[in-house]
């Protein structure tokens, strides 16, 4: 009852314009500190333990900073019990002022990470942007340190509120708390650039981590997340406690490869008194690598506890909890698409088999049965659309081939890559050449943009738009479907090539009429024929197993009707 008491308490004095904080706040002002040689980090350890302290033990130390302002923060400040940590922009308009994390040392490696929670401490941060390193200097990309936020196992009953805010570049997770929280509550706030293969592996690079403590609330509304190697949220075999409520509500999410999941909720209120809501998101791209039978994958989804059945490990799913016949979930008016170069990731060959590659369920069989029985229509929690964003970066698919290609021929083959890995490789200091697109967090901050077009108009619980709502739904536009002009013909290059031992290609039929298509070695003989029957107009994938044939060049021809084109590939064992 004291710690409900407390959450409520906490809870009224800053989310209602912060009112508690203003009236009692002592401010402080610092000025820009862009190539003064000074820290942000330092200048407040000073004053905690100067001019400040008073206002740092009362908990009402404001640390002002001045818009348009870049401050260096080089160390990594962990909170003593019971303290507050508030930073916020000044009043006005103007860019947001930046924060990066510094390497001051000469080591080449920024602080680990920004701030340490401590017990009943309290975070908050306003109208904020922050980086992970120094940004003037890409090379230093090369050092890039775990997270921003963190908390150590130690440390309990916590809090952090994060408002209107850019937090990007971790090799790790913006945000991880290995303690035990009371709330977390991000809002209006921009997740970018999650992961690093260079310094860690494609098992890291999450938005929030809240390892395997119990939590009370973890609010994510009106949030964007853009470039995420692994999970939203990570509360995987979370045997410590669950997440009793959790409100993901009018997300926006773009371009997640999801390694090892999406939203991975582990353990969550089985009281029946909790609340777990997933509601109005829009996602595009929000698994680009697909769902197939990977154990390397597979290994972190299996708290679910349901099988797949082609190889009997973990099944994925975008979103993994573990089993529970008493979770109070709402599930609803989800909108997805998957874009033309997330529909080629899809169809990438796969030579590994016996696996297979789609874009995987939303939800876990028992999650769907438990919304059943809740009476909810397990129908509308997420449905597929065409969508157009205004400005976004382009999905992360030279990094996704690399995962998929075998290792002999310089690829991840589907291992977890990681710093170690001698196949993912520099182009030049601070540039790799199988990295996702990566922008600047100034680049975020001015030109992101993810107002979108739509086939539909997606429909929310609440009158808003889906999605974060700091984006707008711009209309319904048509969406053209190429693979339905009559009269097209056509015959595309084939991927990987070379390739061994499998191949994949995609023809377009324009009308309805007898397709073939062979495969021929150099000499002219045909060896395999891939293609033979009447195809309605469409576009389909073809794949060709060289499995017990030479290495060579061999070509494959397509001929229907009028129409015939004849294409070039290597098979090179």
Not at 183 to 198: E, K, L, Q, R, Y
Not at 293 to 303: L, V
Request: net charge neutral; aromatic share 10%.
């Amino acid at each position: 009852m004291q710690k409900k008491l407390y959450v409520l308490l906490v809870s009224l004095c800053f989310l209602t314009a912060g009112l508690c904080t203003q009236a009692l706040a002592q401010e402080l002002v610092i000025d820009d500190l862009w190539g003064t040689g000074q820290y942000l980090s330092a200048k407040i350890v000073e004053d905690t333990a100067g001019a400040g302290h008073d206002a740092w033990v009362a908990g009402t130390r404001v640390y002002v900073l001045k818009r348009g302002g870049i401050y260096p923060w080089n160390q990594s400040i962990t909170l003593p019990t019971g303290r507050t940590l508030h930073i916020k922009a000044e009043a006005g308009s103007g860019s947001r002022p930046c924060i990066f994390l510094y390497d001051a040392s000469g080591s080449d490696r920024p602080p680990g990470n920004m701030v340490s929670m401590g017990s009943n401490s309290n975070l908050i941060l306003n109208d904020i942007i922050m980086s992970g390193y120094d940004e003037e200097n890409r090379a230093e990309l090369d050092g890039l340190q775990g997270g921003l936020i963190a908390a150590a196992a130690a440390a309990s009953n916590f809090n952090i509120y994060i408002d209107n805010c850019v937090l990007s570049s971790t090799n790790g997770n913006h945000i991880r708390t290995d303690g035990k929280p009371i709330t977390i509550s991000v809002t209006n706030t921009w997740f970018t650039d999650m992961g690093f293969n260079g310094r860690s592996n494609f098992g890291a690079g999450k938005g929030l981590d809240v390892r395997d403590q119990d939590v009370d609330t973890l609010r994510i509304e009106n949030c964007t997340f853009v470039n995420v190697q692994d999970r939203i949220i990570r509360h995987y075999q979370a045997n410590k406690g669950p997440i009793r409520n959790l409100f993901s509500n009018h997300n926006t999410i773009v371009n997640a490869m999801s390694f090892h999941g999406m939203l991975s909720l582990g353990r969550v209120d089985s009281t029946g008194s909790g609340k777990l809501e997933i509601k109005n998101n829009l996602l595009i791209d929000p698994f680009a690598l697909g769902a197939d039978t990977s154990y390397i994958r597979q290994a972190e989804f299996g708290d679910h506890g349901e099988l797949d059945p082609v190889n009997n490990l973990s099944r994925m799913t975008w979103i993994i909890a573990n089993p529970n016949n008493a979770a109070n979930w709402d599930i609803s008016n989800n909108y997805y698409a998957i874009s033309d170069s997330g529909q080629a990731m899809l169809t990438l060959p796969l030579p590994w088999g016996p696996y297979y590659q789609n874009e995987g369920p939303p939800l876990t069989w028992g999650i769907n049965k438990r919304l059943a029985a809740l009476g909810k229509d397990t129908t509308q929690t997420f449905k597929k659309i065409t969508i157009i964003p205004q400005n976004i970066p382009p999905l992360m698919t030279k990094m996704i081939r690399w995962v998929y290609t075998p290792r002999d021929q310089e690829g991840c083959g589907k291992t977890k890559g990681g710093n170690n890995d001698p196949n993912f490789v520099q182009d030049s200091a601070g540039y790799w050449k199988y990295d996702y697109n990566r922008r600047s967090v100034f680049w975020y901050d001015d030109s992101l943009d993810c107002s979108f077009h739509a086939s539909e108009q997606p429909v929310s619980t609440d009158g808003q738009v889906v999605g974060s709502t700091q984006w707008s739904f711009l209309g319904v536009v048509a969406v053209e479907k190429q693979d339905l002009k009559p009269g097209v013909f056509a015959l595309e290059q084939n991927y990987p090539n070379p390739f061994n031992p499998t191949t994949q290609f995609k023809y377009t039929v324009g009308s309805t009429g007898l397709v073939s298509i062979k495969i021929y070695d150099i000499l002219g003989r045909e060896v395999a024929t891939l293609v033979n029957e009447v195809k309605q107009p469409g576009t389909y994938p073809a794949q060709w197993n060289a499995e017990g044939f030479a290495s060579g060049v061999y070509f494959y021809k397509m001929t229907t009707g009028s129409f015939s084109d004849i294409k070039k590939m290597v098979l090179m064992k």
